[in-house]
């Protein structure tokens, strides 16, 4: 079967065929991540359709939107050589009408953490994502672990809407040096990446340990000695449901998640733990 390239509504509705669907929202620029979450969708539907479309709802003002990386002939390799069945890729025109008034409101749990860093992310995150869902019509959605805190908000959403989906959170994908998979690790110099990997170091390092204040402890340490070239804007252990940070005392699943800025590109990654005193 062909692989069909949908540019609007129309052409996505014609392209949608029977069986079940299974939805993969991507930014595009798409990586072994990318075709882990694709994977992982085959196996649980008749058909995939992967969504790339660059938000623009969920950029600040002083984001990288305009030199966000698009790929977007390699990326129809990768969906060819994947098994998609259709790729969805609105210009912002059609995803957006002029007049546009309504959005999703992410809540609390979208101005913590990384929403406190991030003023309105998480709105354009959910606003984006309830209609792919309206478009595609999916059974199920797949979304990675790497964004923790956009996986938890989309549940929250489609469990406080009622929305008839499945949400499947899949693994992060690795490189061989323990850096997360992402689209924006090409912006990182061979210096850059060095440093980066304090991040995933942190998590490592900090998961071996048992009790919440110890993992705090022995993470921050770990960043601390990455020195001034990595700019923390946080390390938090929160509960996975809300993103609210767990005190010394807690007991039970959370999520060691940090963010910085390493020569000018922020770099997110998390890792989930089980806590016991």
């Known amino acids: 079967m062909d692989l ?32 882990s979450l694709i ?13 790339i479309f660059v938000n623009p709802l969920q950029f600040g003002p002083n984001e990288d939107l305009s030199r966000y990386p ?12 994947e098994g998609v069945h259709v790729v969805f890729a609105p210009s912002p025109e059609d995803m957006y009408r002029p007049e546009r008034q309504v ?16 003023p309105g992310h998480f709105d354009g995150v959910l606003t984006v994502v309830l209609k792919l869902f309206n478009l595609v019509r999916p059974d199920v959605a797949i979304f ?5 805190q ?8 489609v469990a406080d809407l ?3 989906v499945e949400i499947v959170g899949a693994p992060t994908v690795r490189e061989p040096d323990g850096l997360a998979l992402s689209s924006r690790n090409r912006y990182l110099s061979a210096r850059d990446r060095a440093v980066a990997l304090a991040l995933s170091r942190a998590l490592r390092t900090g998961a071996a340990e048992l009790t919440a204040g110890a993992i705090r402890s022995t993470a921050r340490a770990v960043l601390d000695e990455a ?14 449901a809300t993103f609210k940070e767990v005190d010394d005392a807690y007991e039970g699943s959370a999520v060691l998640a940090v963010a910085a800025r390493v020569g000018g590109t922020r770099l997110i990654d998390n890792v989930v733990l089980s806590l016991r005193r």
């Open 4 to 35: 069909i390239v949908a540019g609007n509504r129309d052409d996505l509705a014609k392209a949608r065929g029977t069986g079940s669907v299974a939805l993969v929202p991507t930014m595009g620029a798409l990586h072994e991540g990318h075709r």
């Open 70 to 81: 698009r790929t977007f002939d390699a990326d129809l390799d990768v969906c060819r050589e």
């Open 39 to 51: 994977r992982a969708a085959r196996v649980r539907a008749d058909q995939v359709v992967v969504s």
């Open 144 to 148: 990675g672990q790497k964004d923790a």
């Open 150 to 157: 956009q996986l938890a908000v989309i549940r929250r959403m």
């Open 227 to 240: 020195g001034p070239d990595l700019d923390l804007d946080y390390l938090a252990l929160v509960d996975p």
């Open 103 to 118: 959005s999703v409101c992410a809540g609390e749990m979208g101005a913590i953490v990384e929403g406190a860093s991030r």
């Open 162 to 164: 009622d929305l008839a």
